[in-house]
């Protein structure tokens, strides 16, 4: 099994456009970090009442996983392999093998192409899982009594750019924008430098006190 920060790198590298936490939460469920994990897929018509149609093994090594998958192919059996459960249906159209994927930064990558092409077409994430969940946008949203009656995309713990952001964003249609008004306008051009310059204060050189003498003038007759 995987540990959360060797998850992460492995995501940021392999599956770089999706959010990493949004990997994360997906891996989570999908496998439970766990690179060998294989879902055995039974038939509908071999299913009891009530049960899911999922048999789950985890193989403590490589070749274990690989065995299995040759036997679960040999019997015509779908089933799903690897950190991100690709499915055996999409092997052919992704030019990869179960061997392949049990190579983490493979699985990864495949992911982020099958989850990238769901989400082009869907247009949302919520869509986007349920796609890569089912095959179409909606049963992944669907209550399953299965899983205690919640939905792939509940289970996923839902809600871009990721799962964990989308919950914690604030609802912003009733927002009213708040405006801050300047405590002073000023006009002009503004200086160059913030400090202003000091006064410049002159004195005259003497200070006359009294009347001031004042020239006679002759007129010429």
Do not use: W
């Not at 952001?165 to 008004?181: G, S, V």
């Amino acid at each position: 099994m995987l540990s959360t920060t060797a998850f992460l790198a492995a995501a940021m590298q392999c599956a770089a456009s999706v959010h990493p936490t949004t990997a994360l939460d997906i891996a989570r469920v999908e496998s439970g970090f766990h690179p060998y994990a294989i879902a055995e897929i039974v038939p509908k018509h071999e299913r009891a009442p009530g049960d899911h149609g999922v048999i789950s093994h985890y193989p403590a090594d490589k070749a274990d996983a690989v065995g299995i998958a040759r036997r679960l192919a040999a019997q015509g059996r779908r089933y799903s392999v690897g950190l991100m459960q690709i499915t055996s249906t999409n092997f052919r159209h992704y030019g990869v093998t179960a061997h392949e994927l049990f190579d983490p930064c493979i699985n990864l990558s495949v992911f982020e192409r099958i989850l990238t092409d769901c989400y082009r077409r869907g247009r949302s994430l919520k869509r986007a899982l349920s796609c890569y969940y089912s095959g179409d946008f909606d049963t992944g949203q669907r209550p399953e009594a299965a899983f205690d009656d919640t939905s792939y995309v509940q289970r996923i713990g839902y809600a871009v750019p990721s799962t964990r952001e989308e919950k914690q964003r604030p609802p912003t249609e009733n927002a009213i924008p708040t405006i801050h008004y300047p405590t002073v306008v000023l006009r002009g051009d503004m200086a160059d430098n913030a400090t202003p310059a000091p006064p410049s204060v002159r004195y005259p050189n003497a200070v006359m006190r009294g009347a001031l003498p004042v020239p006679e003038i002759h007129e010429e007759k």
